[in-house]
Structure formats: structure tokens, C-alpha cells
């Protein structure tokens, strides 16, 4: 009977302990802490904007909204802003800071950016361009936070984002998408200066922020702009997300335009909570008339009877060829919710507990 061979088989090390090793030889022992501080050593303070209540200093902010809503002229305007020009509200500032701005690389700077800095009243001889070509915010971080410290800038611009993303990006992959967000937070926080970069939306008209969740997990302000589908379109500013506890009222704004140059982004006034969901909710002229006419069959329903129930109210919207989803975005939006019936079998009633109807809801005796 053969003997067994008593050498022993070495089995190859996994990754996680090569890790080990290599951090125990870096750290001469595997004993030392991860490096950090108490929480009573941090010194809390309070942002401080570029423009309130939607691009801090120091921090990353994103722009999103579909075309032709006014994201670049609303960059412009920013722009005009921190450089001392104009600001939003046609209010005439004194001098302010510097602008380092990264353009689009599908327009052409002598065609459409300058006439648009200069529509915006821009000081131009306050903006940095940079032309370079192929510049990553995530490879080229250091050398984007040094241009900005060195020209003294207040801001970091860039429309859009997709530009200055390496070739072969995944926007769906988190662990691509997350990276180069923090490079960009990196540099906001390295400088202090106010980071913000617009985003183009993607294929759903009802997505404006597509891919992976870190490009709604890392900025800490993003600033949504939209339109509601009307010709002439009413457009309106708001929060997308608001990290920073501004609880932030959207407000219309204005496309201004002289003659054929380029447009003028100016702000209106302050809006309802339900203007700006009506916006959001119907994003298109034909989606826009079905959800006003859902509206106004609830109104008219709760004026025509004493005791409205969402049967009723259900019945008289197929009728109308209204679809149970467009009728659940007006009770939504109109402050109207069913409650169960007192006894079984009886219809579920319709409650109004927003109390008043929204201005925008006209007071009509019949539902078309």
C-alpha cells in the first residue's frame, strides 16, 4: 500500500487577504486605527450661496430639465450673477468674483456662449473658458481646483456634464457615476467655490434625472426647470432635491427676448405647492387638458352633489374618456382623498381637505 505524500498543498491567498498584507506592510502592524476625530471637534456651520435658495458655495449642484426649457440661459444668468453683472431679478450688483466655465462641446463659443454671457450681461472679462481638449472632472481634479484657486473664481460651471465625462461612461453604473460626482464635490469643497453642472434627461419625458441613483445621492442641491406644456409655455424653478433644508417656494420665470439674439433668463414670481405639481404631473399639451379637465369634474362633482363619492366621480370621468391615473393625479393635486364608508356596502365618500380649490382651478358650474 502506497505511503501518502505528507507535503502539504499551499493554497493561494484571496484578495481580501493580499489586501491585509499589503496594509500591514504599509502600516508596519495590523493593529493601528483607521484615522479619524470625535464629533465634538467638528465645528458645525451654515452654507453660505451664490444664489438662494439653490447653489451654495462649497458644495455640488446639478441643473436638470428637458430641451428647450432654458438650462443653459439659466447658467448664463447664474453666471451674469457671480460675475457682478445683472442678476436674475434685473437687479443691477456690484462687482462680485470670477467664473471658471466649461462649455458644451457641441456648440460653437463665437456662435451661441458669448452671444448668450452677453444677453445674460455677463462681464466676459471676468470668465475663464476653458477649451482644452478632453478634460475629465474625475482625472482632471486637481488640475480644474487648481485653475479655479489660481483665477480666483467664485464658481465652477460646466453645461453640460457630458461633456467632460470619459469615453465609455456607464450613467447606469453607480460605481462609475458616484466617483465622478465626488470629483466634482471634491473640488467645491478644495476651493470653496460654488460647483454646479447642468445635465441633459434622458428618453422618458418623465425622467429627467436617468441612470444610476448616485446622480441623485451626491449633489446637495439640484435645480429642476420645467414647462407646462402651453403655448405660450409657462416655465417655473424649484427644487428637485433640497439636501440643505431650504423648504424652497418654485417661482416662474421668463424667457426674455429682443429681436434674434438670445434669450434672457429672468425671474417671476413665487408659485402654490400645486402649480408646480400640476407642471410636473402633465408634462405636454394633451396630458395638460386631461389632467385641468379631472380637475375641474372634481370641483364641479363636489359642487353638484351634497354627499360626492368616488363611484360617482369615477362613472362621470369614464365619460369623459379620463383614465384612472389622470383622475388619482387630480384628487392628488386637489386636496381630495376617499374615505371609507360608516357602514359595509355603502359607496366610499370623497373628502376635501385642502379646504380651498388652487387659483389656477376655474370655478365652473359644469365639467367642460
Not at 453683472?85 to 462641446?105: K, Q, T, Y
Not at 487648481?146 to 453607480?174: H, K, M, Q, W
Not at 417656494?249 to 429681436?259: A, D, I, L, S
Not at 395638460?288 to 351634497?306: G, H, I, Q
Request: charge should be positive; aromatic fraction near 6%; proline fraction near 7%.
Amino acid at each position: 500500500m502506497a505511503k501518502r505524500s505528507s507535503t502539504k498543498r499551499h493554497r493561494a491567498p484571496t484578495r481580501t487577504e493580499k489586501s491585509n498584507k499589503a496594509s500591514v506592510e504599509a502600516n508596519g502592524s495590523d493593529r493601528q486605527q483607521v484615522r479619524g476625530k470625535l464629533a465634538s471637534e467638528v465645528e458645525m456651520r451654515h452654507p453660505k450661496w451664490l444664489l438662494y435658495p439653490w447653489i451654495p458655495h462649497a458644495l455640488l449642484s446639478m441643473v436638470v430639465g428637458h430641451p428647450c426649457v432654458g438650462k443653459s440661459s439659466f447658467i448664463a444668468a447664474l453666471i451674469a450673477h457671480a460675475t457682478g453683472g445683472a442678476n436674475m431679478e434685473d437687479i443691477v450688483r456690484g462687482p462680485s468674483g470670477r467664473v471658471v466655465f466649461l462649455p458644451g462641446h457641441e456648440e460653437d463659443l463665437e456662435v451661441m456662449t458669448i452671444p448668450r454671457l452677453k444677453a445674460a450681461r455677463v462681464r466676459l472679462e471676468r470668465v475663464k473658458l476653458l477649451t482644452e481638449e478632453g478634460i475629465s472632472v474625475l482625472r482632471d481634479k486637481e488640475r480644474l481646483a487648481r485653475t479655479v484657486n489660481e483665477f480666483g473664481a467664485i464658481l465652477l460651471v460646466g453645461d453640460p456634464i457630458d461633456s467632460y465625462i470619459d469615453e465609455g461612461f456607464a450613467e447606469n453604473d453607480g460605481q462609475a457615476v458616484r466617483p465622478l460626482l465626488e470629483a466634482a464635490a471634491w473640488i467645491a469643497r478644495e476651493t470653496q467655490a460654488a460647483v454646479c453642472f447642468a445635465r441633459h434627461p434622458g428618453k422618458d419625458p418623465e425622467n429627467v434625472m436617468p441612470g444610476s441613483r448616485a446622480w441623485r445621492a451626491v449633489p446637495r442641491s439640484i435645480v429642476q426647470l420645467t414647462a407646462d406644456g402651453q403655448i405660450p409655455p409657462d416655465f417655473q424653478i424649484s427644487h428637485f432635491k433640497d439636501s440643505l433644508g431650504t423648504k424652497s417656494t418654485p417661482r416662474r420665470y421668463v424667457m426674455e427676448q429682443k429681436g434674434e439674439g438670445a434669450p434672457r433668463f429672468l425671474l417671476g414670481n413665487d408659485l402654490d405647492a400645486t402649480t408646480e405639481e400640476l407642471t410636473r404631473a402633465a408634462l405636454g399639451p394633451l396630458s395638460r387638458y386631461k389632467l385641468m379637465t379631472a380637475c375641474r369634474l372634481v370641483r364641479w362633482t363636489f359642487t353638484e352633489e351634497s354627499a360626492p363619492t368616488r363611484a360617482k366621480l369615477g362613472e362621470e370621468a369614464r365619460k369623459l374618456g379620463l383614465g384612472e391615473d389622470t383622475l388619482a393625479d387630480a384628487l392628488r393635486l386637489l386636496g381630495v382623498r376617499s374615505v371609507p364608508p360608516a357602514h359595509r356596502g355603502d359607496p366610499w365618500k370623497l373628502v376635501h381637505e385642502a379646504g380651498e380649490w388652487p387659483a389656477w382651478l376655474p370655478d365652473e358650474s359644469i365639467p367642460l
